[in-house]
């Protein structure tokens, strides 16, 4: 898996901003059936927001999110008080959902119009 570019994960922080977390990291922490809820998520989404929600200090989200971006393949975009923002690129180009640019200045085409 490529590493995202700095212009990228700002992209998809822009396009995180108005989405909810999908998934919460609570009192049992970092469990198998955690992994698998992110990778379901992730599969049907792409970019999600995972709640970290017993953690308090700083330094143990960090880990969490590392841990998790590992576990579930995916990369860290973002770290924004509790809530960390993942994304894996779906590998069927068909079920691609997020607009990831290939250049700095690079902006989404027009969408399907409504007639």
């Known amino acids: 898996m ?25 009192q049992k922490g970092m469990t198998d059936a955690l992994f698998r809820a992110v990778d379901r998520a ?28 590992e576990k579930a393949r995916c990369d860290l975009v973002g770290l924004i008080g509790h809530t960390g923002i993942f994304f894996r690129r779906n590998e069927n180009p068909e079920k691609h959902r997020v607009f990831l640019p290939r250049t700095s200045g690079e902006r989404p085409g027009p969408g399907p119009r409504d007639t």
């Open 2 to 26: 490529e590493r995202l570019k700095g212009f990228q994960r700002k992209a998809l922080r822009a396009q995180a901003h108005g989405l909810k977390p999908v998934v919460s990291v609570g």
């Open 42 to 69: 992730l599969e049907r989404h792409e970019l999600i927001k995972v709640k970290f929600v017993e953690m308090k200090e700083k330094e143990e989200k960090q880990e969490a999110a590392r841990v998790l971006e």
